[in-house]
């Protein structure tokens, strides 16, 4: 039987195993081809062929052949030049084997003459649709430029490469909303996008471990920009009456109050909907009409009022397990899971913690006092604890807020042990203080060692 007679009977799942993808047999359900894309190389001629990798004497392949048994094929395996070369391994296989073999065969480097050609074909196709999408970005740069320049001047504050404008609303009530700015707080290259989508009044939506800096990323943004935010916090306790509005009776009449939403959307603040994978559907549902271009809010118990957004009004949100971090939800009981279409409507940013070189620097920014070796022992004992966290081998987080505190405690008390007392230890069980407390010696003995090796060496 030919190869076309063993596919017919190589059933997986209901579905025949189809043609190779670079050189590799694959299944067919796992066959994606784009629109007008060119046949895959050797689609109906099976596996047959040889798998190469290296050159010259180190040239090393095998090769594949139908057998003269039924369903079957054999390979070989040897050196040098697969016609010429001797073969020291020969054996026939089914062909479950062979597709694991093929598998095995690719992740150590082994391609077909045919993978080789699609391999060509995609390098080349890459690069066209590279060099074609630096021409469009360049296109749509100088479209920004341009529409920026036919703008009256307008003060702008720096954040991370993007200028973005201050605030033209200057009430009191707005700036009593300000947040207070740090000054030692670090804008790294992973937040450029995210200023471009303020500034295009996007609806931004971070996503990240508790304690990664999302809400205080927006918050500094809005403290150089002089822009009044506000925060609704959705723990499972805020109705649609806090988040929308009520009626209320207040001597003697009955009157509406604005909730937090359509107060934002008025008067041109930043609203910050935090945790808003624990927030409730019908919140969500008022939230959809929002996102939407240029979103007005209905308020029906109004009479139907509709409540068109300010210009400067902007709307964030923040989650711990939606999107990417949906595989954490269980370390975040009641997160609620955040649907594709109601996704779609924000641009999702997955907010980690900082590294551990930009967190040491951010400690170095907000404590002079620290060395840059202690501030990188810090950092990466809070790697670890986080790494920890990440395994499920702790039941709580370790913020960059927690550390900075403990390092502040430290410089004052001059104890590592003590200061993570009232810092760390009390704000976690028995069993997390236990595994903090061995990474933080396990960091203090190692770090240290180096420097006790030269001091004894020295007293020789």
């Known amino acids: 039987m030919g190869w076309r007679g063993a596919r017919r009977v190589a059933i997986r799942g209901g579905e025949p195993l189809l043609g190779t993808m670079s050189g590799i047999f694959i299944h067919s359900r796992f066959r994606f081809l784009p629109m007008n ?73 082994f391609v ?5 050609d699609d391999e060509a074909r995609a390098a080349e196709a890459g690069r066209r649709f590279a060099a074609e999408l630096r021409h469009a970005a360049a296109a749509v740069r100088a479209e920004r430029e341009a529409a920026s320049a036919a703008r009256p001047a307008e003060a702008t504050a720096r954040i991370g490469t993007v200028n973005m404008p201050v605030a033209r609303e200057r009430s009191p009530a ?16 992973r937040t450029d996008d995210i200023a471009m989508d303020i500034v295009e009044n996007r609806r931004v939506m ?52 604005d909730g937090v939403l359509p107060v934002a959307m008025r008067a041109g603040y930043w609203l910050i909907v935090d945790e808003l994978d624990f927030a409730e559907p019908s919140v969500l549902a008022v939230l959809t009409a929002v996102l939407e271009p240029n979103g007005k809010l209905l308020l029906k118990e109004r009479g139907n009022e509709i409540v068109t957004p300010h210009p400067e009004f902007r709307l964030f949100a923040t989650a711990n397990a939606a999107g990417a971090m949906s595989a954490y939800r269980h370390l975040y009981q009641g997160a609620n899971l955040l649907n594709e279409a109601f996704l779609d409507r924000w ?52 913020s960059t807020r927690r550390l900075i505190d403990w390092a502040e405690l430290m410089l004052r008390t001059g104890d590592a042990e003590r200061a993570a ?28 060692a180096p420097d006790a090796g030269a001091r004894a060496s020295g007293g020789r």
């Open 174 to 189: 707005s700036q009593a909303l300000v947040p207070c700015r740090n000054d030692a707080y670090l804008f790294t290259a």
């Open 112 to 116: 077909s003459d045919a993978g080789r």
């Open 347 to 398: 641009r999702v940013y997955l907010f980690d913690y900082l590294p551990k070189d930009e967190e040491a620097e951010v400690l170095r920014r907000t404590l002079p006092q620290l060395t840059p070796a202690l501030a990188q022992t810090l950092a990466a004992i809070a790697a670890d604890c986080r790494a920890a966290f990440a395994r499920e081998d702790l039941a709580s987080a370790f």
């Open 421 to 448: 007392g009232p810092s760390i230890y009390a704000k976690v069980s028995a069993e997390d203080a236990a595994l903090i407390r061995s990474i933080i010696r396990h960091h203090a003995i190692f770090d240290a």
């Open 206 to 257: 971070l996503i990240g471990h508790t304690g990664s800096g999302k809400t205080s990323f927006i918050e500094q943004v809005a403290a150089r920009t002089g822009h009044g935010v506000l925060r609704a916090n959705m723990n499972g306790q805020t109705t649609i009456g806090d988040f929308v509005g009520f009626w209320t009776v207040k001597g003697g009449e009955t009157i509406w109050v």
């Open 37 to 109: 894309a060119s046949p895959l190389a050797v689609q109906d001629d099976g596996p047959e062929g040889v798998y190469t990798r290296g050159a010259g004497d180190a040239r090393e392949w095998w090769r594949v052949s139908l057998s003269e048994r039924a369903n079957m094929f054999r390979i070989e395996h040897g050196h040098g030049d697969d016609a010429l070369g001797e073969v020291d391994i020969d054996t026939v296989v089914d062909l479950d084997n062979l597709e694991a073999k093929l598998l095995k065969w690719r992740r150590e480097g």
